[in-house]
């Protein structure tokens, strides 16, 4: 595994170091970048020298750049004889961009040349799959829907904490996540109910100093609080009802490690969320602070008649298994690798 040094703090840290012995080739962090900027050269250069020595079978690249590596690497490896299997999971990336900006159209020609460059697609939701088909076009490359999965302690229900708040947010203090609309939120909730809310928001980030001035605006300085990042579970007994106010995700874990563990949830309806709770779900929502507002309103009101609403354990295990997801992504291995050969 290799992954950028320069980002996630102590916690991601610590995570790293317990996962570090169970893998055989190690974990190296290198600084790289979120953006494209002229330090990518001197990245690619560093991580590239990390997997030729490694000389691995298969290239997995997570996320847009991360991709490009993967599929780069691989390519150049076949120099020298080796052809390990170039596998790419976009996990939204670059299609995020809008086709009608010149960024846009600049990242999906570079999508759609690297498509000829790659072994195999894993989308990790059919919504990417259709939002790839429609920006960059049909891979060429054989592809497969894979969905993130869960092992079966994640599927054990967290308990709700005596002293909980009514509401949390748990993700990185950044805009696409929607701590802003969050904040928004629950102040318009907190004027429609006539009484005072409290909330737990979870998570590092840049803007996080930003976040912390908004909820002082907005009167919340000792009803809020904000919490380093630590592990979803520990997390998520801090509240009654958890809000995913996202702008854009592709499938994000913490919707699935929610409710495995048996929250309650509202999320916006982006990206493959809709795909796990079901298209008219009443806990999906627009990433608007009104309509986010509208349905915490509507949790408060009724709570135990919200949490029916949740998808149904033995579904989620069916679909989002951590068993599941890893057979899927090992044949996507295996043929890789028998077509390369």
Request: aromatic share 8%; hydrophobic share 40%; glycine share 8%.
């Amino acid at each position: 595994m290799i992954c950028d040094s320069t980002t996630g703090g102590d916690y991601e840290a610590s995570l790293i170091a317990q996962l570090e012995p169970r893998l055989s080739l190690g974990i190296r962090r290198t600084p790289m970048q979120r953006h494209i900027g002229l330090g990518d050269l001197t990245a690619a250069r560093r991580a590239y020298d990390v997997v030729r020595g490694m000389q691995p079978d298969v290239l997995h690249g997570h996320g847009a750049k991360g991709g490009v590596y993967a599929r780069v690497f691989g390519t150049l490896m076949r120099v020298s004889g080796r052809k390990p299997a170039r596998i790419y999971s976009p996990h939204g990336g670059s299609l995020h961009y809008a086709t009608e900006t010149a960024t846009g159209r600049f990242f999906f020609s570079i999508e759609r040349m690297m498509d000829r460059l790659t072994d195999h697609i894993l989308f990790v939701s059919d919504y990417e799959r259709r939002t790839f088909e429609r920006k960059v076009g049909l891979p060429r490359a054989p592809f497969t829907l894979v969905y993130n999965g869960l092992t079966a302690e994640e599927f054990e229900p967290v308990q709700t904490g005596n002293d909980a708040a009514d509401f949390l947010y748990i993700g990185m203090m950044r805009d696409l996540k929607g701590p802003d609309l969050f904040i928004d939120a629950l102040a318009l909730t907190e004027r429609r109910l006539g009484r005072k809310l409290t909330a737990v928001m979870v998570g590092d980030g840049d803007s996080l100093d930003r976040y912390k001035e908004q909820a002082r605006q907005c009167g919340f300085e000792d009803r809020i609080r904000f919490l380093p990042a630590m592990p979803a579970r520990a997390a998520f007994g801090l509240a009654h009802i958890m809000v995913v106010p996202s702008r854009a995700e592709a499938m994000p874990y913490i919707v699935l490690e929610a409710l495995a563990a048996g929250r309650s949830l509202i999320a916006s309806a982006v990206g493959g969320i809709p795909e796990v709770f079901g298209e008219e779900s009443p806990a999906l929502t627009q990433p608007d602070a009104e309509a986010i507002a509208a349905k915490m309103h509507l949790a408060m009101s009724d709570e135990p008649a919200f949490r029916a609403t949740m998808p149904a354990l033995p579904e989620l295990r069916a679909r989002f298994g951590a068993d599941v997801m890893a057979a899927a992504v090992e044949t996507a291995y295996r043929d890789s690798l028998s077509i390369n050969r």
